[in-house]
Structure formats: structure tokens, C-alpha cells
């Protein structure tokens, strides 16, 4: 044996079976996989494919992401197996069903400037937040009413659902500290507008999702930004009759407004700067 396969990092041979695993797993497509799928491919116990897998990690030839999900490593990572994959597939693992959502989405659309360093995953279902290659992953559970407007994607030849851009939009005003705030979702608008943004449809998903809060938000902000909405009418009668903070990450400050029932409590000069 040469002296420089007892280091650590370089990846040690495959069996047989090892071999034909990877070779029928990465050939269906799969970059991520779990235990299951070792057990349905080759036929064995659930004792025996969570053998398989300690096994292969061990070897360099899979990457143990979370409980019960690997990372397969390709061939061409090379002998010392460095490798990771785009961050909405591991995301698509981390919850199910879940869309990636929020800054995140804010980013995929182009309609912000910032890179958020976390990656949102939304689900109705529960699910634990967690870091995976160094990237934070952050679940946000929310109620199955408010689980839709996300659209599949392709990522690297596979589906992963993102929320569409008014959803995105809808999203942000109902969560704004999941969003970067109202600068972000103004900002965010503005990029939407100058696009194929339905404005309707965003007008849709906030009757849809039942807030008021982020209602007003939204109609307030299209109003200053000079941005048509089709169902504003509509929007205002469903106005709840407390106050709502325009931008909840920041402190209860600043005038109330009795035509949007809001309270101001962001300086309009910052936001007004991103109109075009």
C-alpha cells in the first residue's frame, strides 16, 4: 500500500457493492440521499444500510449532512473528497414539504442587492434549524394556510420549490425580520415593479394570507412608491382597526397614520431614496 493512502483525507477503495450503490444512486440523478435509499437499492436491512453509509463516510464517499441525509461526493472532488453542492439542495432535505422563501427568495429574484448568508427554508411542518458546510439554515414554520405561491425550480438538475416573486413580496411584509426589514421590502418592490411582478396577484396572496399587518405594509408602501396596485380598494376595506409598525424589526417610534392605521416608525426620506 503506498504511504499516502494512510492519510486521512485521501478516500480509501470501494467494495463491489459500495461501487454499484454510488454508480446507480449519482446515475439516477441523486446528489443527496438517505438512509431509505440505501435499503431500497440494495435490498437490506435498515441496520445494514446505515452500516453502508457510517462505512462509506468513513471511506470519503459520502458527507453526513444531518441524521439520516449524505452528501454523495463525486469522482471529480478528487482524493481528498472536498466537496458541497448548491445550498437549495440541501435545503430541499432539511424540511418536507418546504420552499426556499424570504431574503433568500429576495436574492434567487434579484430583487436584493444584499447576499444573505442564511438560507431560509418555509414548511408547515416541523423541522430543525441547523448549519450544514458552514451555511445556517433557518426554518420557518408557518401554518398550511399560508403554505403556497412557490414555483418549481431547476438547481443543478433538480426541483426544488422557491416562492414565486409576489409571494416573496407577501412573505417579507408578513415577516419582515425574515426579510431585512422594510428598506429591503421597499427596495424589493421597486426591482418587482420594473419587472413582470403581478400586482394583482400580490393583491390575491395578502387576502389569501389573512394579515393585516402585512396588508398595510404593502398598500403603503406601493402608495409612496407610486406602484399601481389593482386590488387596493379592496385591500383597504380588509385593514384591521388596530395599529400595525410599518417595520416590526425596529422600535415602537414615530407618528401613526390613520389612512393606513399604521404607525411610521422608519424615516420615509431613507425609503423614498429607492424609488425610480
Known amino acids: 500500500m503506498n504511504d499516502s493512502q494512510d492519510t486521512q483525507n485521501i478516500r480509501q477503495g470501494l467494495s463491489t457493492r459500495e461501487s454499484r450503490l454510488l454508480s446507480q444512486l449519482a446515475g439516477a440523478g441523486n446528489q443527496i440521499i438517505s438512509v431509505d435509499d440505501i435499503e431500497t437499492t440494495l435490498e437490506v436491512a435498515p441496520n445494514t444500510a446505515r452500516e453502508i453509509a457510517s462505512r462509506l463516510t468513513e471511506k470519503g464517499w459520502l458527507d453526513r449532512l444531518f441524521p439520516g ?3 454523495i461526493i463525486p469522482l471529480a472532488a478528487g ?16 424540511a418536507e414539504p418546504m420552499y426556499v422563501g424570504y431574503y433568500t427568495a429576495l436574492d434567487h429574484h434579484g430583487l436584493t442587492e444584499q447576499v444573505p448568508r442564511t438560507v431560509y427554508v418555509v414548511t408547515p411542518s416541523r423541522a430543525q434549524s441547523r448549519e450544514i458546510h458552514g451555511v445556517p439554515y433557518r426554518v420557518v414554520t408557518v401554518t398550511k394556510r399560508k403554505f403556497f405561491g412557490y414555483e418549481p425550480t431547476s438547481i443543478e438538475g433538480t426541483t426544488v420549490n422557491v416562492a414565486d416573486v409576489e ?3 407577501v412573505d417579507c411584509a408578513d415577516h419582515s425580520e425574515f426579510g431585512g426589514g422594510t428598506r429591503e421590502l421597499a427596495q424589493a418592490m421597486v426591482a418587482a ?3 413582470d411582478c403581478s400586482w394583482t396577484t400580490v393583491g390575491e396572496y395578502l387576502q389569501r394570507l389573512d394579515n393585516g399587518a402585512a396588508t398595510k405594509r404593502i398598500v403603503y408602501l406601493a402608495d409612496q412608491l407610486g406602484i399601481d396596485l389593482p386590488t387596493r380598494e379592496t385591500l383597504l376595506e380588509s385593514f384591521t382597526s388596530g395599529y400595525s409598525l410599518l417595520d416590526p424589526t425596529r422600535g415602537k417610534q414615530g407618528s401613526y397614520d390613520r389612512e393606513y392605521r399604521l404607525r411610521i416608525n422608519v424615516d420615509w426620506e431613507r425609503l423614498d431614496s429607492m424609488e425610480s
Open 69 to 71: 441525509r449524505y452528501l
Open 167 to 169: 409571494k416573496t413580496l
Open 193 to 195: 415593479d420594473d419587472r
Open 79 to 94: 482524493e481528498e473528497g472536498l466537496y458541497t453542492t448548491h445550498e437549495y439542495l440541501i435545503a430541499s432535505h432539511v
